[in-house]
């Protein structure tokens, strides 16, 4: 499977990344462990995770992605087959939080500790801390790149403003540069990305990994009445996507996909890995069987005529 270079960086992706929130949550590790297998059978690399997944999740407390992936890496002999991107600086536990010099160093080790590798290919700050200046964010991953520790870095949930003055600050102060960009990518949510966030991620040659690809799940089409959620653990959100511009998308992606004799959610992520400047697009399953659609999508060409269909549907 072709490639895609992340940045500056000596890593190159293909176009699918795993979205490792599942992990845990609603994949036990038995799943788990299946769908990576499968994965990388399917010829992908790129497995996305972040120290608090899932923590959101009753019973969790976070970190349990980030152990059922390093057993699944010790178990299997494939860490020389994947990059692993994880994250750093949303709240693990009351007062342990954000991207200061201290944060960052103990949750690497935590991290490390937990993937049971001796370094991180790729280390977002999962979102701008405002608290804490971006010189003693950069200088520290400065310090775990030279340490061996981290390859390189990403942000994610920056501002255009915020990411661009970082940007700057690693030019000026010869630091390590953020490489690549996570943002709320999808044909719903493409307002900020497009309009604030794709200019600067051109302009410093940024690689650009989307999360949410799926809308939440929503973009699959299955989510269409209460009764579709009742007991879905996605309810609370998908439920932001319910209107009538969620529902026209979600038509126009039923109409591409019975043309090309697939599913919904393979044309969803096809459109995103279509735009230019996207490395991967982030996404998730929770058994073998949805896993295949997601990586037929990156299999996927869409003619313009499809492509136009859908932009015209997620206009606002």
């Given at each position: 499977m072709a490639r895609r270079k992340v940045g500056h960086t000596q890593l190159e992706a293909a176009p699918l990344a795993f979205g490792g929130n599942v992990f845990g949550w609603t994949a036990d590790e038995s799943s788990s462990f299946d769908l990576l297998d499968a994965f990388v059978d399917a010829d992908c690399n790129l497995i996305d995770t972040a120290d608090v997944y899932s923590r959101w999740a009753p019973g969790l407390k976070g970190g349990e992605s980030e152990t059922i992936i390093g057993k699944w890496l010790k178990q299997s002999g494939k860490r020389?087959?994947?990059?692993?991107?994880?994250?750093?600086?949303?709240?693990?536990?009351?007062?342990k939080k954000g991207l200061?010099?201290?944060?960052?160093?103990?949750?690497?080790?935590?991290?490390?500790r937990r993937l049971q590798t001796d370094y991180i290919d790729l280390y977002f700050s999962h979102k701008d801390d405002p608290d804490v200046p971006l010189e003693e964010t950069l200088e520290t991953y400065a310090?775990?790149?030279?340490?061996?520790?981290?390859?390189?870095?990403?942000?994610?949930?920056?501002?255009?403003?915020?990411?661009?003055?970082?940007?700057?600050?690693?030019?000026?102060?010869?630091?390590?540069?953020?490489?690549?960009?996570?943002?709320?990518?999808?044909?719903?949510d493409r307002s900020d990305y497009e309009d604030n966030l794709e200019p600067i991620c051109l302009k410093y040659g940024l690689g650009v990994i989307s999360y949410f690809a799926l809308a939440s799940g929503f973009l699959t089409g299955k989510y269409r009445t209460e009764a579709d959620v009742a007991n879905s653990p996605r309810a609370r959100m998908v439920k932001p996507y319910w209107n009538e511009r969620g529902f026209r998308i979600v038509d126009a992606l039923e109409q591409v996909a019975r043309q090309y004799g697939t599913t919904p959610a393979s044309v969803a992520i096809a459109w995103v890995v279509?735009?230019?400047?996207?490395?991967?697009?982030?996404?998730?399953?929770?058994?073998?069987?949805?896993?295949?659609?997601?990586?037929r999508a990156i299999e996927l060409t869409l003619d313009p005529a499809s492509m136009d269909m859908l932009n015209k549907a997620s206009s606002a």
């Open positions: 020389d087959k994947v990059i692993i991107a994880t994250k750093v600086g949303m709240e693990m536990e009351p007062g200061s010099r201290a944060h960052i160093q103990a949750s690497v080790e935590d991290s490390l310090r775990l790149i030279q340490q061996g520790k981290i390859r390189a870095i990403g942000a994610s949930n920056f501002s255009a403003e915020r990411l661009e003055e970082a940007l700057q600050i690693s030019e000026r102060e010869d630091l390590p540069a953020y490489e690549c960009l996570e943002p709320n990518y999808n044909l719903y279509a735009r230019p400047g996207i490395t991967a697009a982030i996404a998730s399953a929770t058994n073998v069987k949805q896993l295949g659609e997601l990586v």
